[in-house]
């Protein structure tokens, strides 16, 4: 599913109209008040047209009842909400950024009982993973800056984590790879795949928490249809992220059913990379729904939000001096897993190359070595800049995206994971 853009009002001969079959559509995509859009056309004097002088329709919403939730579906009362809404700011401070993206919230705490304390957990494991490729204990990482993102050195204490696990969870669950030699079993790749299940899954819940912040504040000194198309096109968002906290629910929920099993076979499949010594020169680990292979074709239709999206999970890890890049889906979704495998391995001497794109490409949690960035040409952070820049400019995957790896990863051999 992706974002729409809806155009409420128009100007015609100078005046602003606003298109009621539009905003109609709105209230069926549950991005405006159902019941202040049925209170309006209650009271509308002329109900045979479409198009609404923006001053009387503006007039009619400030007759709603007070007491009734807002328009903007906020939750708030009308009132206390965009009724008079400079007004009202005023009594209330804007929760800082910074403190919504650490929000404190085991994500294992409908598994098992959590221990009082949550902690900063590592996304990619700090010892062995982030060490690996650290110079005096820092990496660059992609950092939110005015400009977006853009990589910036990071200690590798702060580097990848999150507050998404309690001390006992985050130990227990993730010891399998992290106190014990990696030997690809079931387990230690079923909970590298959970791992990142749940880093994704906090970063969409945080997401949803700033996008609530900035409806309740970015809009106070805007007039009415200012405030009305910002609300609806923010409610869109928040509706897309929901969507997205949804489907990955899904799997999560998925996974965590074989933890009260303590049974993690038969679930997921793995295609494994292993990489040459010294490789590779960044350490990644997300799951996404991808939606083109990396020979362009369609895997599945994301506009499709009635439909649950199938998601991969990619693991670009070195563990124990040997690097790894380990691709994982769910049996239900064999097909597209094969699909994405077949695509990458097709033209062998394109394998690294599409690795590389494809963690450069959808992967913010990626963390790269000092040595091997400052080492790259200009013309080489030209070109990673646009591998992550591109959904700015383009809607869909196309292979000429795919980029030359930079000497950042070198695979040794490659093979699906025997599961007998
Ligand atoms: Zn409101
Ligand atoms: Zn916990």
């Not at 155009?7 to 202040?36: G, S």
């Not at 062995?128 to 650290?134: E, M, Q």
Request: charge should be positive; charged fraction near 25%.
């Amino acid at each position: 599913m992706k974002e729409e853009k809806l155009v409420l009002v128009y100007n015609i001969l100078n005046i602003q109209m606003l298109d009621i079959n539009i905003l109609k559509r709105a209230v069926t995509e549950k991005l405006f008040c159902d019941d202040t859009f049925s209170f309006i056309i209650k009271n509308l004097k002329d109900k045979n047209h479409n198009l609404v002088p923006l001053n009387d329709f503006e007039q009619l919403v400030k007759k709603y009842p007070k007491k009734k939730k807002c328009w903007c579906l906020s939750g708030l009362s009308f009132i206390d909400c965009h009724f008079a809404k400079n007004r009202n700011f005023f009594d209330k401070k804007p929760t800082k950024i910074k403190k919504i993206l650490n929000k404190k919230e085991c994500l294992h705490k409908n598994v098992s009982i959590c221990s009082n304390d949550i902690i900063k957990a590592h996304s990619i494991s700090k010892k062995g993973a982030l060490t690996s490729i650290s110079e005096n204990n820092h990496v660059y990482g992609l950092k939110f800056d005015f400009n977006g993102f853009i990589f910036k050195k990071i200690g590798i204490n702060d580097a990848s984590t999150f507050y998404g696990f309690c001390k006992k969870h985050d130990e227990f669950l993730f010891s399998s790879f992290e106190k014990h030699d990696f030997n690809k079993t079931q387990k230690q790749l079923f909970d590298l795949c959970y791992r990142a299940i749940c880093q994704e899954h906090y970063t969409m819940l945080r997401v949803i928490d700033i996008l609530h912040e900035i409806k309740l504040n970015k809009d106070i000194n805007d007039n009415f249809k200012g405030q009305i198309e910002f609300q609806i096109t923010i409610n869109s968002q928040i509706k897309f992220y929901e969507l997205g906290i949804k489907y990955s629910n899904y799997y999560k929920k998925n996974l965590e059913k074989k933890y009260s099993l303590l049974n993690y076979e038969d679930n997921l499949q793995h295609y494994v990379f292993e990489l040459n010594d010294n490789y590779p020169k960044f350490q990644s680990s997300t799951c996404f729904n991808l939606e083109y292979d990396l020979e362009g074709n369609q895997l599945q239709d994301l506009d499709k939000a009635e439909i649950q999206s199938k998601n991969i999970f990619v693991n670009c890890i070195s563990l124990q001096q040997k690097g790894y890049f380990i691709i994982s889906w769910f049996k239900e979704n064999t097909d597209y897993g094969k699909q994405i495998i077949n695509s990458i391995i097709s033209k062998p001497l394109l394998i690294e190359d599409k690795l590389f794109s494809l963690a450069f490409l959808y992967i913010h949690n990626t963390f790269v070595s000092p040595v091997w960035f400052e080492s790259l040409t200009d013309s080489q952070k030209i070109d990673l800049e646009n591998l992550r820049i591109f959904w700015a400019e383009k809607e869909k995957f196309s292979t000429s995206m795919i980029q030359d790896n930079m000497d950042s990863i070198k695979i040794e051999n490659h093979y699906f994971l025997n599961t007998a």
